[in-house]
């Protein structure tokens, strides 16, 4: 039976593909404070997850404004199954890359310095919606983009992969001037403990990166509740 693929696949699976670019740009700034071992260690973590590079895109864009080739890489799995599956191996190798990183870094300044490649990130990722919503037709695209209402709406299509896992994120409160919402996927709430303070700090910088390029102004916290 051939899988039917819709928006929502390709939009969960374009999530997972950024998700992959980032580890490898943590990845790049964290070599300089490493020791000899990390280059080494990390090759045997990518064979490890072979199987994961092969099933995502090596496609070099992010997936914001055009789609990728989501048909190429799928198999005889229906194609729910083979998103969790992928997303769930995804998280398992961020949680050994962050594991690998704590074992060889040789400055615990490291850790900021991974904390600004994570906002540089999150400011990239904005600005690339704001060029594909100025390449929309439709009227008004780019001004609900840089609203509170807009923002909430970008967090769960761009960085969370729409609903295709069930209300990943929920709004519990929604101004023109202030928004509050819960992340159901945080890292602390995985079942990899070890590197959740780390993931959840690098993540939290995404975000605050990409609010704060379509929205200067803004204040943005991210509060753990454990």
């Known amino acids: 039976m051939p899988n039917l693929v819709g928006p929502p696949?390709?939009?969960?699976?374009?999530?997972?593909?950024?998700?992959?670019?980032?580890?490898?740009?943590l990845s790049e700034t964290f070599?300089?404070?490493s020791d000899r071992g990390w280059i080494e260690s990390k090759t045997r973590l990518d064979t490890s997850f072979k199987r994961v590079f092969v099933r995502l895109s090596t496609a070099a864009h992010l997936g914001i404004q055009k789609a990728l080739p989501?048909?190429?890489?799928?198999?005889?799995?229906?194609?729910?199954?083979?998103?969790?599956n992928l997303s769930e191996e995804l998280e398992a190798y961020e949680h050994n890359l962050f594991d690998l990183m704590d074992k060889h870094a040789v400055n615990p300044s490291y850790v900021e310095e991974l904390a600004q490649t994570a906002m540089l990130w999150g400011r990239e990722?904005?600005?690339?919606?704001?060029?594909?919503?100025?390449?929309?037709?439709?009227a008004g695209t780019q001004k609900k983009a840089t609203t509170v209402r807009g923002i909430f709406e970008s967090f769960q299509m761009i960085l969370q992969g729409g609903n295709f896992s069930w209300r990943p994120m929920l709004l519990r409160r929604c101004t023109n001037?202030?928004?509050?919402?819960?992340?159901?996927?945080?890292?602390?709430?995985?079942?990899?403990?070890s590197s959740a303070n780390l993931a959840c700090k690098l993540e939290s910088m995404i975000y605050r990166g990409f609010v704060q390029a379509l929205l200067p102004e803004v204040y943005y916290?991210?509060?753990?509740l454990q």
């Open 9 to 25: 696949h390709y939009l969960f699976y374009a999530t997972l593909h950024r998700r992959r670019l980032w580890l490898d740009h």
């Open 70 to 84: 989501l048909q190429k890489v799928l198999d005889d799995t229906p194609i729910d199954s083979f998103l969790v």
């Open 31 to 33: 070599q300089d404070y």
């Open 125 to 138: 990722l904005a600005q690339e919606c704001l060029t594909s919503s100025q390449m929309t037709p439709q």
């Open 177 to 193: 001037h202030e928004l509050q919402y819960e992340l159901r996927n945080c890292p602390h709430r995985r079942q990899h403990k």
């Open 221 to 224: 916290k991210r509060q753990t």
